[in-house]
């Protein structure tokens, strides 16, 4: 079954940087374009950024545009998001997801940019 699991978040101040990745099982990964998306405390998921199977394009949310890049490695079933200049609007859990909606998330990661 598809699998995917999320980690990389964690503290950090406003204009840091962390790598969130995300490991694929249970279907053809390099096959598939795929998605970031985030949830923010109260609100519903926003998507974030996609990738395409082979790694380009690229599409962002106009928000992270020039901040975040989502990148990945299909040689080992990986995506990844750099996120860097985080501000304190980026707080929220991120999911890896195969489509705008995240569907066959994991169970996320959460990422709070706080000083």
């Known amino acids: 079954q598809v699998q995917l699991v999320e980690s990389g978040g964690g503290l950090v101040q406003p204009g840091g940087s962390l790598r969130l990745s995300c490991a694929a099982s249970g279907f053809s990964f390099s096959d598939n374009g795929m998605h970031w998306v985030r949830q923010a405390p109260g609100k519903g998921l926003e998507w974030v950024s996609a990738i395409s199977p082979e790694g380009m394009p690229t599409y962002y949310l106009d928000s992270v545009k020039g901040r975040f890049t989502i990148s990945r490695d299909n040689a080992k079933n990986m995506l990844y998001l750099q996120m860097s200049n985080l501000k304190s609007a980026d707080t929220a859990v991120y999911y890896c997801?195969?489509?705008?909606?995240?569907?066959?998330r994991g169970q996320g990661t959460q990422v709070t940019v706080s000083s």
């Open positions: 997801g195969r489509d705008r909606k995240g569907s066959g």
